[in-house]
């Protein structure tokens, strides 16, 4: 397969990585919302979402309506940690289109230079 190279996030003041072997994920700048529920509790929604892997589509009937998706794992551990919407049928869920679910749970933050930081006088 070749060489894995992952993606870095440190321009954020918060960064959330996989609680198991703490990858880059996402940052703050790109949580929409941290309302959603996923198969181990809260999750949250996010524009972006970097150093994943995409398993196959699969329709799923979920509480907001039928969507079709695909799980995302880590890159680095395969820990399964949401899912990405690729189609709502309801409109009005459409604006999940090509967002990523991560599950709080599976998530942890990571401390980054911009969050350690002193602040300036």
């Not at 959603?36 to 949250?44: E, K, S």
């Not at 395969?78 to 967002?99: F, H, I, N, P």
Request: charged share 25%.
């Amino acid at each position: 397969m070749g060489i894995v190279y992952r993606i870095y996030l440190d321009g954020s003041e918060k960064v959330y990585g996989c609680a198991t072997c703490k990858t880059h994920l996402s940052d703050v700048s790109s949580l929409i919302s941290d309302t959603f529920r996923g198969h181990h509790g809260p999750a949250w929604l996010f524009d972006k979402a970097v150093n994943i892997l995409e398993g196959k589509t699969e329709e799923r009937e979920m509480m907001t309506g039928k969507h079709i998706v695909r799980d995302i794992s880590c890159i680095s551990c395969s820990t399964v940690l949401g899912w990405k919407y690729e189609r709502a049928y309801v409109e009005a869920e459409k604006y999940k289109e090509g967002k990523f679910i991560l599950e709080s749970k599976l998530l942890t933050e990571i401390p980054t230079r911009a969050s350690m930081s002193p602040p300036l006088n």
